[in-house]
């Protein structure tokens, strides 16, 4: 079925995607919320080795869309725009999974034990339906998982939250505390790149289903964390 | 009942509060696929299976993604 309206392109996004708002924050709700009996330092740490799972595979995924865009550009319209925005995207995203490996580190984790831990099936889930849809759909999916990201960043409130919560020192809430300042500028640019790609029906479905799925599998990953206690491991 | 309003019944019947919805909304709700209708009713599901507590208070929880 094709999209009727003559809404753009990242406002259809936008709106299926409001209809999905009230789970996504009410997983995220469960995520933090309070026990009066203990501190929620263990689950923030799982949360950080999940997010770390999650985030390193961010830049190979746009770097691989990049590459796909570069075999398709010859005759593919949206690849051209497309991969200059992924470029830009990559370098804005770069390095982040460090940020994580820090907060770990000063929350009481074990950066050293990433190597033994085999994250959430649903973490290679999020991530293994990007390298389906890259290598058998078109690249263009990954902006949904992208928008996602993007579109749900940290209120500006929350890491000073988690620090009373947990007691940790506040760096290591550096991930949350600066994404979001960031990534409100990132979520403007990426709808405006959504609307500069000459994008046909099948493209927004495939756009809106990799939204979706990625909400879909978040709420899931929040539900896994919300049910490990918080107290020290 | 035509297929233009068997993705907005789809919505209505998963407890989505489809008539409250603006024209520009109903445009383009009116013509999603199967494929995001499944994956809407699902997430709709695990709304529905949260505690009254947590979602009460998840318009005031923010993101936690980056």
Known sequence: ?233 | MTDDHAALDRLRSAGFNVDALGDEQISVLTGLSEHELELLEDIKRRLDDAEPEVRAHGDIAGGALF
Not at chain 1, 1 to 19: E, F, G, N, V, Y
């Open chain 1, 1 to 233: 079925m094709t999209t009727l309206s003559t809404s753009t392109a990242s406002d259809a996004l936008r709106i299926k995607l409001d209809l999905v708002t009230p789970a996504l924050r009410a997983a995220t709700t469960s995520l933090w919320r309070e026990e009066p009996s203990e501190p929620s330092r263990r689950r923030y740490v799982a949360y950080l080795y999940e997010m770390h799972a999650l985030i390193r595979a961010s830049v190979p995924l746009m770097e691989r869309a990049a590459e796909r865009c570069a075999e398709l550009t010859s005759h593919d319209p949206v690849a051209g725009p497309l991969v200059r925005y992924l470029e830009r995207h990559i370098e804005q995203e770069r390095g982040h999974d460090a940020w994580l490996l820090d907060d770990i580190s000063v929350a009481g984790g074990d950066p050293a034990r990433l190597a033994d831990r085999l994250p959430s099936p649903v973490v290679a889930e999020l991530a293994g339906a990007q390298y389906y849809w890259i290598e058998h759909e078109h690249p263009v999916a990954l902006l949904g998982f992208i928008r996602v990201l993007e579109g749900n960043a940290p209120a500006p409130w929350l890491a000073n939250r988690l620090a009373e919560r947990t007691g940790l020192p506040d760096a290591a809430f550096r991930t949350v505390r600066e994404h979001a300042e960031l990534d409100s500028g990132h979520l403007t640019e990426l709808d405006a790149a959504i609307d500069a790609l000459p994008l046909t029906p099948v493209h927004e479905t495939v756009l809106a289903v990799s939204a979706l799925h990625t909400v879909d599998r978040i709420i899931r990953l929040f539900s896994q964390l919300a049910n490990i206690p918080g107290g020290p491991e």
